[in-house]
C-alpha cells in the first residue's frame, strides 16, 4: 500500500519505518526541511533501539523516503497518517492542536482522489470531527474518509511494540476504510494481535483512557510503597502478589520515581480537560495527576532524611537522568524537579547518563555532567539511581566507591537490600521500609 506519514517525531517515523519493513511504499513528511535533510542521510532525530538500522535497510530496498512537500507527497499516497504532536496547551491543560488542524487544511487543498486519513496522534474525543469539517470546506463526502487509529508504542521498546501489539484499535464509521486498514494490519494480525474495529470517538478515547489507566496504576504502587516503607514491607512483594491476579497483571506496578515522558502527564491533563468541557468530573485522574506531582517533593524529603537535612557542599551523583531507560527523552523527567532543587540547596550535582550531556541542566550552579560511571561514583556522599538502565543493574560499588560512608538512594529498586547490607553498602530504596 502507499503510505503518507505526516510528522516525523517518534509516533510518525517510528510507524512509517515499521510499515515500510511490512513491504509498505511509504513517504515520511516533515516541514522541518533540515531534520529531513538528515533522515536522507541516515541520521535520525531520535535515540530508539534498532531504529537506524531499519531506516537503512528500508531506504536502501526504496520502500522508504523522505520529504519535505506535503502536497506532492500526499497525492501520490493512498493512505495518509497523521502524526504530528499535541502537547499542552501553554499555562492551559488540554492538548493544542494547531498542528492537526493545519495539517488538516493543508490535506484539504491535496485531495486528488479518495484518501483515507488518519490521526495517529493522540487527540481528544471529536477531533476526528472537526477534522472532517475541515475536509469537506473543500471536498466532497466522497473523497476521504476520516479514521482513528491511535499507537501505543512505548519509547524505547517503540519497534518491538509495533510489532507485536497487543490490540490495533481502528475507529472508523465507514467499512471500506475498516477493511483496508485491517489489510494493512494483518502481518501484525495473523502473529496475534487482535484487531477492535470500533467507532472513530471511541478509539480516541480508548487512546487516552489507556494512557491514564496506566499512570493511574504506576500512581496507586507508588502511593502503596509509601505505606510499605512506615510498615516495614517490601513493595516488590505486593507488586508480585497483587499482579498475579490476572485481574490486575503484572506490569506497570513497579514503584519509583513520578512519571514523566511526553505522553502520561500531557495525557492524563487532556483527558480531564476534555471531560470538563462535557461536564464530567474524571476525578480519580486529577487525584493521580496531583499525586505524581507532588512525588518528586516526597522523594525529595527522602533524600533530605538520608543526608540528614545537611545538603550544603554534599555530592550527589545522579545515575540516569531520563524519564526513563533507552530513551533520550528528558521531557517531564523528576531529574528535572530534583536536580534543580538540590543545586538551589547548596549540592554538588554529577550526574552520568548513557545518552550523554543534558542542555536542560547548563544553567544549573554546581551541576556537572560526567563522561564515565566511575568518575560520577567515585567520591560521592549520595548516589541517587534515578533510571533503570541495565547499565546500573550490576555496578560493583565496592570496588567503583572511594568513601566508605557513600550512601545509595536506589529509586528503582534495581538492587536487593539484603545482599547491599551484607555487602556493607549505606542502601536505601523505595517502598522497602525506612532503615
Ligand atoms: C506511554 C505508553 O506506555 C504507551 O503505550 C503510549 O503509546 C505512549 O505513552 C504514548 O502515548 O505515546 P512512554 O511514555 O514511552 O509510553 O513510557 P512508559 O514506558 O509507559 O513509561 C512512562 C512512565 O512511567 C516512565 O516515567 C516510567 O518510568 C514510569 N513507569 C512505568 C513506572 O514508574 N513504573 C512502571 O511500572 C512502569
Not at 75 to 91: A, L, R
Request: a positive charge; hydrophobic letters at 35%.
Amino acid at each position: 500500500m502507499k503510505l503518507c506519514m505526516i510528522g516525523t517525531g517518534y509516533v510518525g517515523l517510528v510507524s512509517g519505518v515499521c510499515f515500510s519493513d511490512l513491504g509498505n511504499q511509504v513517504i515520511c513528511v516533515d516541514k522541518d526541511l533540515t531534520k529531513i535533510k538528515k533522515l536522507q542521510r541516515g541520521i535520525i532525530p531520535i535515540f530508539e533501539p534498532g531504529l537506524d538500522e531499519l531506516v537503512k535497510r528500508n531506504v536502501r530496498n526504496k520502500r522508504l523516503v523522505f520529504s519535505n512537500d506535503l502536497k506532492n507527497s500526499v497525492k501520490k499516497s493512498d493512505i495518509i497518517f497523521i502524526c504530528v504532536g499535541t502537547p499542552t496547551k501553554k499555562g492551559g491543560s488540554n492538548a493544542d492542536l494547531s498542528q492537526i488542524y493545519g495539517v488538516a487544511k493543508e490535506l484539504s487543498k491535496s485531495l486528488n482522489k479518495f484518501k483515507i486519513i488518519i490521526t495517529k496522534s493522540t487527540v481528544p474525543v471529536t477531533t476526528g470531527d472537526e477534522i472532517e469539517k475541515i475536509l469537506l470546506k473543500n471536498n466532497s463526502k466522497n473523497k476521504f474518509s476520516v479514521v482513528s487509529n491511535p499507537e501505543f508504542l512505548r519509547e524505547g521498546e517503540a519497534i518491538r511494540d509495533f510489532i507485536y501489539p497487543d490490540r490495533v484499535v481502528v475507529g472508523s464509521n465507514d467499512k471500506k476504510s475498516n477493511k483496508i486498514l485491517k489489510n494493512l494490519y494483518s502481518p501484525l494480525i495473523t502473529k496475534g494481535a487482535k484487531y477492535v474495529p470500533t467507532s472513530r470517538r471511541a478509539a480516541e478515547l480508548i487512546k487516552y483512557a489507556s494512557n491514564a489507566f496506566l499512570a493511574t496504576k504506576i500512581t496507586f504502587i507508588n502511593e502503596i510503597a509509601n505505606l510499605c516503607e512506615k510498615t516495614n514491607i517490601n513493595i516488590d512483594d505486593i507488586s508480585i502478589g497483587m499482579g498475579l491476579d490476572q485481574r490486575i497483571g503484572s506490569r506497570f506496578l513497579r514503584a519509583g520515581p513520578a512519571y514523566g515522558g511526553s505522553c502520561f502527564p500531557k495525557d492524563t491533563k487532556a483527558i480531564t480537560s476534555t471531560a470538563d468541557k462535557f461536564k464530567i468530573n474524571l476525578s480519580v485522574i486529577k487525584s493521580v495527576i496531583k499525586s505524581n506531582e507532588n512525588r518528586s517533593k516526597l522523594l525529595l524529603k527522602r533524600v533530605y532524611e538520608i543526608l540528614k537535612n545537611k545538603i550544603k557542599n554534599k555530592r550527589i551523583s545522579f545515575l540516569g537522568v531520563t524519564f526513563k531507560a533507552n530513551t533520550d527523552d528528558m521531557r517531564d523527567s523528576s531529574s528535572l524537579k530534583m536536580i534543580p532543587e538540590l543545586s538551589k540547596k547548596g549540592a554538588i550535582v554529577k550526574y552520568f547518563d548513557p545518552t550523554g550531556y543534558k542542555i536542560e541542566f547548563k544553567k544549573f550552579k554546581n551541576v556537572q555532567y560526567a563522561k564515565s560511571l566511575s568518575t560520577c561514583l567515585d567520591k560521592a556522599d549520595l548516589i541517587i539511581i534515578h533510571t533503570e538502565w541495565n547499565d546500573f543493574k550490576s555496578i560493583d560499588f565496592k570496588k567503583i566507591i572511594k568513601n566508605k560512608k557513600t550512601l545509595i538512594f536506589d529509586m528503582r529498586n534495581l538492587y536487593s537490600p539484603q545482599i547491599m547490607t551484607k555487602n556493607k553498602l549505606n542502601y536505601f530504596s523505595v517502598g522497602r521500609g525506612l532503615k
